[in-house]
């Protein structure tokens, strides 16, 4: 008998090992650096002319991703002290090398312009002409990210509050004029018990002015559907923030500082899409917008599945993902939702015993899941049970929470929900040899950190499925 062994493919672990200059050849060799060179460089050739190799900068910033250096003053100091990382980076013997307030500037160009996901973006449009990324099955999660400076309770704690100005150096200049505070919570005003009839009507005026009053993405989730990416981005909170996420032992963990929103390709391994956000946006509304950023960007693309775990179980993200074409597969949060009248707690029906139906296909053109008579049915002591219906069909439109294609506990539901933990996988890597973890910058310059970790790890994932697919080539 002949044992046949599968060809080991190359992977990132091998990239990684390989010298610097056949390294970062192959990684940058398909990076157009174009549209951020239009952004950060000099428009005019008024004034003093440029100094700096920008572009040695930007590659600079990336390798220093892939080379673990945590932070700017590290990577400037391998820059002065060995000259083949200098050439790695692509500084020429005749450039001077930039000074620390030289990266802050480009931090704020590269922040003010979120060029660096437009790069990212390009990469991901070549993968997937390359046929590197398949896009049938996307996965969405969320990873925290902590903000290098303590949080504003830790700071007042630690530092001694300023000395109040004196009376006679306030003039009336400085005086201004307070600014309107928002339209306070009416729910706390009220006495319990039921209200009477008159008070019912000024009570929902009060409530609707109130979250009129509230930013964006404190209202409901609802009203972010007819509003296109465009007008939500603004509204993104960015500042560095307090959160909290249970883990996988069932303690809680605390955080101060962002989140990382992204949809991952479930076989590529890709993230296809990506958010930056403060910690204590959830991730129920954040899903719209990111869905929405991602049909823009990629309009080509046909997705089948989009799966998520409980945090995103609200139903204007199901409904944002059936505006995709594809199928939601949440994990359901149960909260005080109870299975309606002949259906389990997995929503499928039950016979007069309790026996749940099994699941058998799905019917595309009339959007119906199809359920055949359980096993127990046919030794059911009870005498209709000649009268029992053989077969049942349920219109997913009618609770696409409840109803999901395939149906919940279904064989193929759990063999396809399985896929979801690529995305975890992704964010392993991404904080274990990509540096997203922390942040040393705030707020929009955190976002910064957080795209050239993304866009780092892109490049390098297409480099390696690249010199796959040379190789396979090769031998064939």
Known sequence: ???????????????????PDDKYG???????????????????????????????????????????????KDMLRRLKSSVEFRMTCRFRGSDALPSEASFSRLYTKLADSGVLWTLHEQMIRRAYAAGFISGDI??????????????????????????????????EAAVSVPAPSPVADPRKQYKRGRPKAEDM????????????????????????????????????????????????DGKQKWWYGYKLHALADSKSQYLVSALFSSAHVSDGRIAIPLLKKFTGDLPNWSVRHVLADAGYDFMAVYKQVREMNAWPLI????????????????????????????????????????FT???ECATCPLPSKDQCQKIKKIKVGQDLRRFTVPARASQSYEETYDQRTAVERIFAYLKEYYGLGRSEHRGKRAEVDAALSVLSYTLCRFAVDRKNSQSQKQAS
């Open 1 to 19: 008998m002949y044992s046949i062994r599968q060809e080991e493919l190359f992977s990132l672990q091998e990239l990684m090992e390989m010298s």
């Open 26 to 72: 192959l990684i940058f060799s398909e990076l157009d650096l174009a549209p951020a060179l239009r952004v950060v460089n000099k428009q005019t050739h008024r004034g003093r002319p440029e100094e700096l190799n920008t572009a040695a900068m930007i590659y600079a910033l990336l390798i220093s991703k892939i080379e673990r250096i945590p932070t700017t």
């Open 138 to 171: 996307l996965c969405m999660d969320s990873s925290h990210i902590e903000a290098d400076e303590n949080s504003p309770a830790r700071k007042k704690a630690k530092t001694a509050a300023p000395d109040t100005p004196h009376p006679a150096l306030i003039t």
């Open 201 to 248: 009507e000024r009570r929902r005026q009060e409530r609707a002015a109130w979250e009129a009053s509230l930013p964006l993405f404190e209202r409901k989730i609802e009203e972010m559907l007819p509003l296109p990416f465009e007008d939500l981005q603004p509204h993104i909170p960015k500042d560095p923030s307090s959160s909290s996420k249970t883990g996988s």
């Open 331 to 370: 994990d359901f949060n149960e909260r005080s939702d109870k299975p309606p009248e002949g259906y389990n707690e997995q929503f499928s029906p039950i016979c007069e015993k309790g026996h749940a139906f099994v699941y058998d296909s799905f019917d595309a053109q009339y959007k119906r899941l199809k």
């Open 373 to 375: 008579r359980p096993k």
